[in-house]
């Protein structure tokens, strides 16, 4: 089972470049595994969409209930983010050699954590996976 990231998860549900080749991944996939950041990250992406005039917000709306009802529907195995997970996100910052921001850290420590392979769409992501010896995969045009 994967863990998606964001990037991979707001392709499959929002028209964007990379848009057919998530629905191909998650068309192969049962029950790929999120993390309560993606969720928290999927619903900011949402209201930045909205902001800038990319969606109406019924649109938001509509996309924010289906992708709720789809974690409730267990589309997803939810991976439940705990002290463990922050640690380990703090241990890789701490190395100072890997550019990381703190999503993406956690992103990184919740699939190594659970053995989970990281699927993304963000480049940077994917090269601080393989730099931390992690198995990773990037969704690419």
């Given at each position: 089972?994967?863990?998606?990231?964001?990037?991979?998860?707001?392709?499959?549900?929002?028209?964007?470049?990379?848009?057919?080749?998530?629905?191909?991944?998650?068309?192969?996939?049962?029950?790929?595994?999120?993390?309560?950041?993606?969720?928290?990250?999927?619903?900011?992406?949402?209201?930045?969409?909205?902001?800038?005039g990319d969606l109406l917000r019924v649109q938001a709306e509509q996309v924010a209930?289906?992708?709720?009802?789809?974690?409730?529907?267990?589309?997803?195995?939810?991976?439940?983010?705990?002290?463990?997970?922050?640690?380990?996100?703090?241990?890789?910052?701490?190395?100072?050699?890997?550019?990381?921001?703190?999503?993406?850290?956690?992103?990184?420590?919740?699939?190594?954590?659970?053995?989970?392979?990281?699927?993304?769409?963000?480049?940077?992501?994917?090269?601080?996976?393989?730099?931390?010896?992690?198995?990773?995969?990037?969704?690419?045009?």
């Amino acid at each position: 089972m994967p863990y998606l990231d964001t990037s991979v998860v707001v392709a499959y549900y929002l028209p964007e470049p990379l848009s057919a080749r998530a629905q191909e991944f998650y068309a192969a996939q049962t029950s790929p595994a999120v993390s309560e950041l993606v969720e928290l990250e999927f619903l900011a992406a949402l209201s930045q969409r909205m902001r800038v005039g990319d969606l109406l917000r019924v649109q938001a709306e509509q996309v924010a209930s289906l992708f709720l009802t789809h974690l409730d529907g267990g589309w997803y195995t939810r991976i439940h983010l705990h002290a463990g997970h922050f640690r380990s996100a703090r241990d890789f910052v701490e190395r100072f050699d890997v550019p990381l921001k703190s999503p993406d850290a956690l992103h990184l420590a919740a699939a190594a954590a659970e053995g989970l392979q990281l699927v993304t769409a963000d480049q940077q992501l994917a090269r601080n996976a393989a730099i931390l010896g992690l198995a990773v995969q990037l969704i690419t045009l």
